[in-house]
């Protein structure tokens, strides 16, 4: 185990916040005096079946604490899941089956490896003691958080304010992400920025049942690939890492300028020193930021896939576009969107080019039509709409199509 200084140097890089002030520090000293690794939790709710960029954020910082020789524990939340994470939520969540929690738990949990070592993780269900616990157990529980600290989160009190309704069970989500901290006795938990009251809260409960309080380690919110919102599935915004290398590669290259420091930071195992680097370069517009998006693309395919295809997909794009004198800004035009596919021809009018649906089926029929970089012969054919679409109608003309 290596030294407190450089444990923290690497901890503390790209985190927000690290709560109380010196505690990492000293749970670091016990650990190292002592040998025993510190047990670092992140639980997770498996809504969705898949994970994006912004998932690996804590995966990452979650990596960095295993190579240091700590203990990973992912939290499954089988029962959380059913009731449902209200951070952020102006409405309550749709309550989700057994069924549907165990079907994505799995396909999550395959996807988290490719960051996280498998055989060095343990993994627990919290229905492993929620389905167990007897309910004056709940009482007690209920018991040492008040109402008056529920209406403190920002979100249940804009709702409180607003007059919408808050369900009792979704008070009992933060508790029982606190209990899950007691059942595994966690030294650390880890959360986005959003999830910062329900890891404080978990210090409170296992102040409750006489353990030490977990360290709170906060990270920041990986902006999805339109630069604005949080990256997130339902916006279309994200970049999937089970996604095909191209996708992977093509939706990086589409992330605004300003959106590249930030990449490097929070989704890739790029040294931070060589990040700051990057940075300064491009603040003094010393390099051109389309280099140093392809960089950026060629990283994250190589950490999903492997080496050689990063750099075959780099040559691809260079080749596709470069070569084909694709221009380095290209115009980005936001549609409604119909649905969560699209037909060629109605994406051929959505761009903007043809002035009728029969000059459109024309260019199609003659090849004219490409779709990130496949030629669309097929009018009835039909696309995703959950990420941007490049479009080239002719030879000289280009657009990215958004539905939102």
Request: net charge neutral; with cysteine; aromatic share 8%.
């Amino acid at each position: 185990m290596q030294n407190v200084a450089e444990q923290i140097r690497i901890i503390s890089s790209g985190t927000v916040e690290i709560l109380p002030e010196g505690g990492l520090e000293q749970r670091l000293t016990a650990a190292v005096k002592t040998g025993r690794p510190l047990r670092v939790k992140q639980g997770f709710d498996p809504t969705a079946p898949d994970i994006h960029l912004g998932h690996t954020v804590g995966l990452r910082k979650l990596k960095q604490f295993q190579d240091l020789g700590h203990t990973i524990v992912l939290i499954v939340g089988d029962y959380t899941g059913m009731v449902g994470d209200p951070s952020g939520r102006s409405a309550t969540r749709p309550r989700l089956t057994e069924e549907q929690v165990e079907e994505n738990a799995q396909t999550y949990l395959r996807q988290c490896f490719k960051v996280l070592d498998e055989s060095k993780t343990e993994v627990h269900k919290n229905g492993e003691w929620f389905s167990k616990m007897p309910f004056a157990e709940i009482m007690f529980l209920a018991s040492q958080i008040t109402v008056s600290r529920m209406l403190e989160r920002d979100d249940f009190d804009k709702r409180f304010k607003a007059e919408a309704p808050i369900s009792i069970h979704e008070m009992f989500y933060p508790l029982m992400q606190a209990y899950d901290s007691v059942a595994i006795k966690a030294d650390i938990e880890i959360g986005g920025t959003d999830q910062k009251f329900n890891l404080l809260a978990g210090r409170q409960i296992q102040e409750a049942y006489k353990q030490p309080p977990q360290i709170v380690l906060t990270l920041p919110i990986l902006v999805g690939t339109d630069g604005v919102q949080r990256m997130s599935k339902s916006l279309g915004n994200y970049i999937g890492v089970d996604d095909p290398p191209n996708q992977i590669f093509g939706k990086t290259m589409s992330i605004p300028d300003d959106a590249i420091v930030q990449y490097f930071q929070l989704a890739t195992d790029l040294d931070p020193a060589e990040v700051e680097k990057i940075q300064r370069e491009l603040e003094a517009g010393s390099v051109n930021p389309m280099e140093r998006k392809k960089d950026l693309a060629e990283t994250l395919v190589r950490m999903y896939y492997d080496e050689a295809t990063g750099s075959r997909e780099r040559d691809n794009f260079t080749q596709t576009f470069s070569q084909k004198k694709r221009p380095e800004k290209v115009d980005e035009v936001i549609r409604e969107k119909p649905g969560q596919r699209v037909s060629v021809l109605t994406l051929a009018m959505d761009s903007g080019f043809p002035k009728s649906k029969g000059e459109a089926r024309r260019m199609i029929a003659q090849g004219g039509f490409y779709v990130d970089d496949d030629r669309q012969s097929d009018p009835f054919a039909e696309l995703s709409t959950a990420s941007p679409l490049f479009v080239k109608y002719g030879k000289k003309k280009f657009v990215i199509v958004v539905y939102k």
